[in-house]
């Protein structure tokens, strides 16, 4: 089993900036890619940006050049900073690990959600 443990998020003003971090524990061998989605009362969950072993990012049009997945070293954690913040980036924020493999299957987990409010 593994545990997505999220931190970060808060209230900002429009402009502003904020990091969310996310560190994986528990019993497993690897991670093929962490990030991120948020989701918003009504509608569904969506990607935001993730980052898989090998490097690759991948980013949302709508934060593009303006969020960024540093890269870990460790490949059990991830962060996301956010910049120049508007009030449409106001959501839950869930950190996302997927195909997790634990020497018997592959398996997708989910952090807890964290807020994140822009205000204008």
């Known amino acids: 089993q593994v545990q997505l443990v999220e931190s970060g998020g808060g209230q900002v003003q429009a402009g502003g900036s904020l990091r969310l971090s996310c560190v994986a524990s528990?019993?497993?061998?690897?991670?093929?890619?962490m990030g991120w989605y948020r989701q918003v009362p009504g509608k569904q969950r969506e990607l935001v940006a993730i980052?898989?072993?090998?490097?690759?990012?991948q980013y949302a049009d709508s934060v593009k050049g303006r969020f960024t997945i540093p890269e870990d070293n460790a490949k059990k954690s991830v962060s996301l900073q956010m910049n120049s913040l508007k009030p449409d980036d106001t959501a839950v924020y869930y950190c996302n690990a997927d195909n997790v493999y634990d020497l018997r299957t592959f398996r997708t987990y989910w952090g807890q959600g964290t807020q994140v409010t822009v205000s204008s």
């Open positions: 528990g019993t497993f061998v690897s991670i093929n890619a």
């Open positions: 980052r898989t072993s090998g490097g690759s990012t």
